[in-house]
């Protein structure tokens, strides 16, 4: 699970995860909106980012993360221009789950993030997962328990290029993660 936090001039599948680069059969996944009970799919076939057997029309956004099936190691450097706006808000359904990516161009704390309930509305119970490493069998997880994130602090930090599962909790309404800039 990966995560781009960059706005570039072309923001096209193929052109951020240019296909020369990838094999035949490599997936990218991801899930547009929180409470849609499906995940989009693109696949190379034949050099070309398809989707249901016609060409992508994926972008993707800094917002979110991505997860990449690729069928052997891969280095992909991606280029753009790092974010400036102040914020850029992400709608978390209540009871919904929702793959999210990092806009900052270096690791950053949660709390510093706005992650938290004072900036955010991140209630008791509220989840987020990541999988540090791609050939890791085990996914970390740390719960807010309406004050604070769990320990460790390493896994209360957003780093790069990571993408991270946010689970809002039944109950907790629905809310705007805004990304504040901590710089």
Do not use: M
């Not at 102040?86 to 709390?111: A, C, D, H, M, W």
């Not at 909790?169 to 504040?180: M, P």
């Amino acid at each position: 699970v990966i995560s781009v936090p960059l706005i570039r001039t072309d923001n096209s599948i193929g052109d951020v995860f240019n296909p020369d680069l990838l094999s035949d059969g490599d997936y990218l996944y991801y899930k547009p909106l929180s409470d849609s009970p499906n995940t989009e799919k693109a696949t190379i076939v034949s050099g070309v980012w398809k989707d249901r057997g016609i060409e992508s029309s994926i972008h993707i956004s800094p917002d979110y993360g991505y997860w990449i099936k690729a069928q052997g190691e891969k280095t992909l450097t991606v280029w753009g221009d790092v974010i400036r706006d102040e914020s850029r808000p992400i709608l978390i359904k209540n009871n919904g789950i929702l793959v999210i990516g990092t806009v900052y161009p270096r690791q950053t704390l949660f709390l510093e993030a706005g992650l938290n309930a004072e900036e955010t509305g991140s209630k008791a119970g509220d989840e987020v997962y990541y999988k540090p490493l791609a050939n890791s069998a085990n996914t970390q997880k740390v719960i807010f328990d309406g004050a604070q994130w769990s320990d460790p602090v390493t896994d209360r930090t957003f780093k790069l290029p990571y993408g991270y599962w946010y689970k809002r909790k039944s109950g907790n309404g629905d809310f705007n993660f805004g990304h504040l800039r901590p710089w």
